[in-house]
Structures are given as structure tokens and as C-alpha cells.
């Protein structure tokens, strides 16, 4: 973590990024009943992921940074039960849920070791 000097740095940033990227893209395809309801639950979830991610590394202790990496961990899970239920619904295109789960499911895996790593720290 020394050699990282921003949180632009660290691969699950950029990978959460291009989730939100993503995801947009998927839900502007979702009905317009659902623009104040799963979309924008959704959309919040995943933005929430990388924010976390820079606001923890921002705060400059390991401390911090881990309460906030388990912020976006949250999000996360909680961002894959909501595709979860929008697949169930039949919102959005097939080919866009192979990609965001994978995409997701990498995430998941660099943050949950990512606070594993940190846990000996705080």
C-alpha cells in the first residue's frame, strides 16, 4: 500500500469504475416507471462502491480506509441483490448481466482481500 500514492492507483478503483460505467449503460434501458425506484437504487450502489474506495484512501489512516473498503463491500452485496432482482424482472439486455456480474464478482473478491489484508493493521 506504500507504493500507492492515490486511490486512482489501486485496480479495484478502476475496475468499480468501469462497473458504473456499466451499469448506466444497462439501466437507461430499464422501464420509466422504475427511474425513482431499482434504477436509481441501483445506480446509488454502484457509484457508491469507487466514492468509498476514494473517500477511505483519502482519509489517511488504515483504519479509516478499511471502515470505508467495508462500506463498498456492503455496496456491492447489496448492488447484486438488486441485479438479481431486475434479472428476475427481465430489466435490461441479457449480454449487459453476464458482464456486470463478472465484473462485480472480481470487485467483491479485490475488496473482501483487501480488508482481509488490512485486518491485522486496525
Not at 58 to 64: A, F, I, L, P, V
Not at 70 to 83: D, Y
Amino acid at each position: 500500500m506504500k507504493n500507492i500514492r492515490s486511490y486512482r492507483d489501486l485496480l479495484v478503483w478502476k475496475k468499480s469504475m468501469k462497473l458504473v460505467i456499466a451499469i448506466y449503460r444497462m439501466t437507461k434501458y430499464f422501464p420509466k416507471s422504475e427511474i425513482y425506484g431499482l434504477t436509481s437504487q441501483i445506480r446509488r450502489c454502484a457509484v457508491s462502491i469507487p466514492s468509498n474506495i476514494a473517500e477511505g484512501r483519502s482519509r489517511g489512516s488504515t483504519k479509516e480506509f478499511k471502515k470505508f473498503i467495508q462500506i463498498s463491500f456492503g455496496s456491492g452485496a447489496e448492488l447484486e441483490t438488486q441485479l438479481q432482482i431486475a434479472q428476475y424482472l427481465k430489466y435490461g439486455q441479457i449480454k449487459h448481466y453476464s458482464y456486470i456480474n463478472k465484473l462485480l464478482s472480481e470487485i467483491m473478491k479485490m475488496l473482501n482481500s483487501l480488508i482481509l489484508s488490512l485486518k491485522p493493521y486496525c
